[in-house]
């Protein structure tokens, strides 16, 4: 990352080894590069390609009307100096005070280094305590293995299972469907 890249960081929320910071669009090259990745893809069920064009839509904050139903950050690794992965809610249920909760890895390289962990923890802090939210939730599908056990070690518990419930590479998996309650995060983090 050259200084002038560098020197557009600005942590909103600060971590160990990685901060979240605001998305914008002068990454949105790389967050396109992730969604249409066919290894990282796989895992985050990206089916349709997605164009550079599609991506900096996500990230334009005109088209925000009201409260936002989509929070994404830009994980950023602080020693290597660059993003690695967004992390984020979507589907965010104000009246209910729930949201559906997603990460991405995009740079394989990073992968199975605690990471994604350690950016959905911060995220749920986040909602938890800033943004008042109840319940979040995950659903990931039988084979991404990595996605599971990043599920369970951040506290979520497992509420269902969605017998063949998508279509992956020419069959039917599963969706096992995660959640953690506020009260339950609250007593675990006293």
């Not at 984020?88 to 199975?112: H, M, P």
């Not at 305590?129 to 109840?134: G, K, S, V, Y």
Request: glycine share 6%; proline share 3%; net charge neutral.
């Amino acid at each position: 990352m050259t200084k002038e890249e560098y020197d557009g960081v600005f942590p909103f929320i600060e971590g160990e080894r990685i901060d979240l910071i605001t998305v914008n669009t002068k990454w949105a090259d790389l967050s396109c590069k992730w969604t249409n990745d066919p290894e990282v893809r796989h895992y985050s069920r990206n089916a349709w390609p997605t164009t550079l064009e599609e991506v900096k839509k996500w990230f334009d904050p005109s088209s925000d009307q009201g409260l936002k139903d989509f929070i994404v950050f830009t994980i950023y690794h602080k020693k290597d100096k660059k993003p690695i992965g967004i992390v984020g809610f979507n589907r965010i249920n104000w009246l209910n005070r729930n949201a559906n909760t997603f990460w991405t890895i995009g740079e394989k390289e990073y992968w199975g280094r605690g990471l994604a962990v350690e950016a959905s923890k911060i995220l749920i802090t986040y909602g938890f305590t800033e943004l008042n939210l109840h319940k979040l939730y995950a659903g990931i599908f039988t084979p991404n293995k990595r996605s599971l056990r990043v599920a369970e070690k951040i506290g979520f518990k497992k509420e269902a299972v969605l017998k063949e419930d998508l279509y992956v590479d020419g069959t039917y998996v599963d969706t096992h469907i995660f959640s953690i309650m506020k009260n339950d995060w609250m007593e675990e983090n006293k």
